[in-house]
């Protein structure tokens, strides 16, 4: 999906045309006092809407944008996007924007499917994007990680895998796809039947609520911490940080794929499927996906918390018509199953 936004911007940058519009000369009283606020507390990555198809608010604004219906001109764009270099430029930036009467549309990963983080209805609006809150600090002797918003998933999994292979976190199989979204939505993934949504593991968080002001779980009170960890993201404030909880994984995974095409009765084990993956042990979790043409065929991918001997058994007790056999299988840690079930199927 990447590669494919990559694509259109050079091509919105080969066919974009000369003589870029300076963006302060049409700044109005309330626009400048804005910027001023802005620029005097040093948040000088500060990029302005511009009618010119090469300039960089465009390729910015499409660098994450996974939805590209919402590049379209029609779409209402952004007065300027803003990219913190820091928490403190992030604080400010959403205090300048409250004092000075701008809607703030803040971006992670960029990966909403509705658009919620890329454009608005309200008539002034401003992004704020925090691709560079990035940092990863894992603590193993609590067994959690201070995260900021503006990492991936990928990112996430990787400073986790670079600490310890016991433990884990339940998130989704995209590694594009951003904290900040994911922990305020909810976020499913392969480890969910075991442990739920990703937003069951926030333990406290940063958050600069609708007044400017920067507090921490305790701060903001049980209930707009309870509303943080699934209601949606861009409700309840700016989320800086998350504090999350590892949850622990076996040193061995086995991770399949098998391949069955319409000779095999696809109908049938869809069917077959759909009456045991609920029931079976949490430790397995075994997704499908089914491809139209003639004949249809369908993959089972998954991952068993556990070696590979062990899954063989289970399956062959509880689903024998899956058909599988240990060449469908590899045995990996937890990083390895997290690569190769997002590489399999995006
Ligand atoms: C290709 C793809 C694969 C996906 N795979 C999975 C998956 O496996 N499992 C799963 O559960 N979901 C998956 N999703 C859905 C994804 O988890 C959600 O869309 C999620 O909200 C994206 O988070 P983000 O940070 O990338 O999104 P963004 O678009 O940046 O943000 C999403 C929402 O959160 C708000 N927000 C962002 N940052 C903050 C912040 N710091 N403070 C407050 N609000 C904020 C935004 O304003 C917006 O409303 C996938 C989506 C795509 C496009
Ligand atoms: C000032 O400029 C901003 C940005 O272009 C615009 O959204 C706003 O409506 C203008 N305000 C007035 C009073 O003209
Ligand atoms: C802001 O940061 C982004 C991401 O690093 C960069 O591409 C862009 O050029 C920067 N813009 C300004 C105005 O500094
Ligand atoms: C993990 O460790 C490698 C090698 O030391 C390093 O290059 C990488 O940046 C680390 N990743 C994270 C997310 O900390
Ligand atoms: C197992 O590993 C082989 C070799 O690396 C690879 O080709 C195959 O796709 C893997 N299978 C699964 C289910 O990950
Ligand atoms: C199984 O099917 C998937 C999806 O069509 C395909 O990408 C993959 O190469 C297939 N694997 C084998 C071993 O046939
Ligand atoms: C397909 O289903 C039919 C009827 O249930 C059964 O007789 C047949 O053996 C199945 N074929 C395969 C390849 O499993």
């Not at 499409?62 to 992030?90: G, H």
């Not at 400017?212 to 800086?240: I, N, P």
Request: proline share 4%.
């Amino acid at each position: 999906m990447r590669t494919f936004g990559l694509f259109l911007l050079l091509w919105l940058v080969n066919l974009g045309g000369r003589g870029a519009v300076v963006a302060y000369s049409s700044q109005n009283a309330t626009a400048l006092a804005f910027t001023s606020c802005l620029s005097g507390n040093g948040i000088e990555n500060v990029t302005f809407k511009s009618s010119s198809s090469s300039s960089n608010y465009y390729t910015l604004l499409e660098f994450s944008l996974q939805n590209l219906r919402y590049a379209k001109e029609s779409v209402p764009k952004p007065y300027a996007l803003i990219v913190p270099e820091s928490r403190d430029q992030l604080h400010k930036s959403v205090q300048c924007s409250i004092q000075h009467g701008w809607q703030i549309v803040m971006r992670s990963g960029g990966h909403s499917y509705e658009g919620l983080s890329s454009n608005s209805q309200a008539p002034n609006f401003v992004i704020i994007d925090v691709m560079k809150l990035e940092r990863v600090e894992v603590d193993m002797k609590s067994k959690t990680a201070w995260v900021e918003s503006g990492a991936t998933l990928g990112q996430l999994y990787s400073a986790i895998a670079n600490k310890t292979s016991l433990y884990g976190f339940p998130a989704g199989v995209c590694a594009t796809v951003g904290v900040g979204g994911t922990l305020s939505g909810g976020g499913l993934g392969l480890l969910a039947r075991k442990y739920g949504v990703s937003a069951d593991h926030v333990i406290d968080a940063l958050l600069v609520d609708a007044n400017g002001k920067l507090v921490d779980r305790k701060g903001m009170g049980e209930d707009v911490f309870w509303a943080l960890r699934g209601g949606g993201g861009g409700s309840w404030g700016v989320v800086v940080a998350w504090q999350i909880r590892l949850v622990k994984v076996p040193p061995v995974i086995t991770v399949f794929n098998v391949n069955r095409t319409g000779n095999d009765n696809v109908t049938e084990l869809v069917e077959r499927w759909q009456s045991v993956e609920p029931f079976a042990p949490e430790d397995l979790y075994i997704r499908v996906f089914v491809f139209g043409g003639s004949p249809v065929s369908l993959t089972f991918n998954g991952m068993y918390l556990g070696p590979l001997p062990q899954l063989l058994k289970l399956v062959n007790e509880i689903f024998p018509e899956m058909g599988l056999v240990a060449a469908d299988c590899n045995e990996t840690d937890w990083i390895g199953s997290v690569i190769s079930t997002a590489v399999a199927n995006g």
